[in-house]
Nanobody
């Protein structure tokens, strides 16, 4: 009943840029915070950036100054602009949202997207 769909991943050269998008749809009542996480092979999933419904942001130290998170509340969409990409940014990137949805009654939970691959290589 609720889906988070990421898009925008792909292959890019070091120093290049990508913009990821994540659109939430379904029987959503409201969305609080949204964010991006990433997981490289053999590593734990880590926080990249978060943004509240009011626009307050938080970033991992490894991406500060290079990545920018933003959102369009009217479209239930969160974005991640990634600049000056490095090989160590290579990972599957996952969107998440803290939201309230309706399924007979109202539930508040954290939803996850399916992930999109970002590969930084020459």
């Amino acid at each position: 009943q609720v889906q988070l769909v990421e898009s925008g991943g792909g292959l890019v050269q070091p120093g290049g840029s990508l913009r990821l998008s994540c659109a939430a749809s379904g029987t959503i009542f409201s969305i609080d915070a949204m964010g991006w996480y990433r997981q490289a092979p053999g590593k734990e999933r880590e926080l990249v950036a978060t943004i509240t419904s009011g626009g307050s942001t938080n970033y991992a130290d490894s991406v500060k100054g290079r990545f920018t998170i933003s959102r369009d509340n009217a479209k239930n969409t969160v974005y991640l602009q990634m600049n000056s990409l490095k090989p160590e940014d290579t990972a599957v990137y996952y969107c998440n949202a803290d939201l309230t949805y309706y399924s007979g009654t109202y539930y508040y939970t954290k939803y996850w997207g399916q992930g999109t691959q970002v590969t930084v290589s020459s």
